[in-house]
């Protein structure tokens, strides 16, 4: 059976380790020619945010990791419009392709493996 | 009509006392044995691989959830990795890094093993349905 991995992004970036360890795990299914994309939702948008500056607490910028996606073969970067809304993110980081979504569930049906850290 | 018997992996993020993911995991598993599914792989990431802790010392009024599951999988014969990127970054070693590292201790052994991400898409591919266990959502 022919698996495709959608890997949902719903907590901000340098709170916790949950975000990287995701991009690690989609990264690594890229790597094997999975069919991977990823959905950031909720405060999970915040990683999409232009000119972030995370020296200052001693973290690097997780739009490096991000902008090597398509590079590993990500297929696509979903982000729900009502999230971007409520964070107010009209313009995200210029160097990504995002797709905007109205549901997540429809998004969802499209994949055969879920993940949520 | 019954359903056909399926196999699963479980991927556990939530660590020990700071989650239920351990323990939820655990009462699925258990669970789905008795329906007469199948467990073919365990996988503890970020967070989870506290869980592979042997010297986790909780209060004897507590569950002791490394132990339980430690039991489970021996006595189930149930394979189980501790993802060695997560591993190392929370102290969580097994003999053979802890000399690769030159670390003094090391607090994980059988029945589980260390290994990278590979061993989790494997499981994925080789199993019906894989669930994910972080306790907070």
């Known amino acids: 059976m022919t698996r495709r991995y959608l890997f949902v992004i719903d907590r901000a970036p340098y709170g916790d380790w949950s975000g990287r360890e995701a991009l690690d795990m989609a990264f690594s299914a890229a790597a094997f020619d999975q069919p991977v994309a990823l959905l950031f939702t909720g405060a999970g948008v915040q990683w999409l945010r232009d000119q972030q500056q995370p020296a200052a607490i001693e973290q690097k910028t997780v739009s490096r990791n991000l902008s090597a996606a398509s590079l590993f073969g990500i297929e696509a970067l979903y982000a729900d419009q009502a999230s971007l809304d409520r964070f107010k993110l009209a313009q995200s980081e210029p160097s990504l392709e995002i797709s905007t979504i109205g549901s997540i569930r429809e998004v969802e049906n499209q994949f055969t493996d879920v993940v949520r850290l | ?137």
């Not at chain 2, 009024?61 to 189930?76: C, G, K, N, V, Y």
């Not at chain 2, 690769?100 to 589980?112: C, D, L, Q, T, W």
Request: proline share 5%; aromatic share 10%.
């Open chain 2, 1 to 137: 009509m019954k359903k056909p018997a399926q196999s699963f992996t479980l991927v556990i993020t939530g660590a020990p006392y700071a989650s239920q993911a351990p323990q939820t995991a655990l009462h699925f598993a258990k669970a789905a044995l008795d329906a007469g599914h199948r467990i073919h792989h365990v996988f503890l990431y970020g967070d989870g691989v506290h869980l592979a802790s042997n010297l986790a010392c909780p209060p004897s009024d507590e569950a002791d959830w490394p132990a339980q599951w430690r039991e489970f999988l021996s006595s189930r014969q149930i394979s189980a990795t501790c993802c060695v990127a997560s591993a190392l970054r929370r102290g969580l070693l097994d003999a053979t890094e802890a000399k690769r590292y030159e670390r003094e201790a090391f607090n994980v052994s059988e029945p589980y093993n260390i290994a990278g991400l590979g061993e989790w898409l494997e499981s994925s591919q080789s199993s019906s349905r894989t669930l994910y266990f972080n306790g907070s959502h």
